[in-house]
């Protein structure tokens, strides 16, 4: 993915406060790939109309893909092997 | 929650200072952001997140530079007006904060308006009269570019070491060089890695991950240094 517009984890906090009650951008996750642990902070973010796409810093697979529908904030954690929130 | 505009007034040619009046706000952290969410009359919504150049309760100051083909910035920068009611969300985020406690050797390093979320970080600071030593590099096209340029000349001292760059033009009385951030400039301005600072970058994505990887070559420590990138909006 090189379009040149993806931001960043920071992007998350707002979107994944409709799904956890903890600060996702401190959080860290381990990608289903590659095995890389970051913050999530430090992952990539991909804006799409009514979706986020998540992909991990490290090899550019994805970690999580939210969508924000009418009704329903969905959220597909397959790329996600493993998730650590501070408390 | 419901966010009364109080104030605004231009900070550059293109961007805007906006202070809202936010019943109940908790307070933010210096780094935070809040996300603006605007609906149309058709019921199509969109949102931003934008940082934030305040720290604590009171009024939520933002600085907001207008991207012509954003879906939120046009109308922040150009169409509001004091008494405007917009739908806020926040504080947001707390990994790219600095908190008054921290002791080691901070570096900051903002692009355009990537220095508004350093700001907040620098008030706190100035506020607190910390003697943690703060360092700012800041790239602005122009000087009329720049955010908040008389503050932080007002700040710059003992406290807080400023380097501007300006890829563009510099200010009348400007004899450095001009034009984009370059390694070695980045190297001969930062904190050195061996004082093990925290830095913190913020500014449009291919100027974070330029500088971010720069500092990596130049020894400092990945988890040490926090980005944040912002895209149009």
Redesign the interface.
Known sequence: MTD?????G??L???L?EVFDF?V??ASARCASCGDTT?L??AMVY?KPHSFIVRCSHCDAVLMVILQKTDATELDLRGTAWLRAPR | MAATVSKTSYATPSGRVIELDVPHWPGNLAGQHLDVRLTSEDGYQAARSYSIASVGSGLVELAVDRIPDGEVSPYLTMDIMPGDQLEVRGPLGGWFVWREGATEPVQLIGGGSGVVPLMAMMRQHAAAASAVPFRLLYSARTDDDAFYAKEIDDLAGPALDVTWIYTRKGPGSWTGPIGRLTRETLAAAVIPAAENPAVFVCGPTPFVEAVASWLVELGHDPARVKTERFGGA
Not at chain 1, 4 to 8: E, F, I, M, N, P
Request: net charge negative; charged share 35%; glycine share 12%.
């Open positions: 040149g517009k993806h931001v960043d920071n992007a906090a707002g979107p406060s600060d951008t401190s913050e902070a430090r804006e």
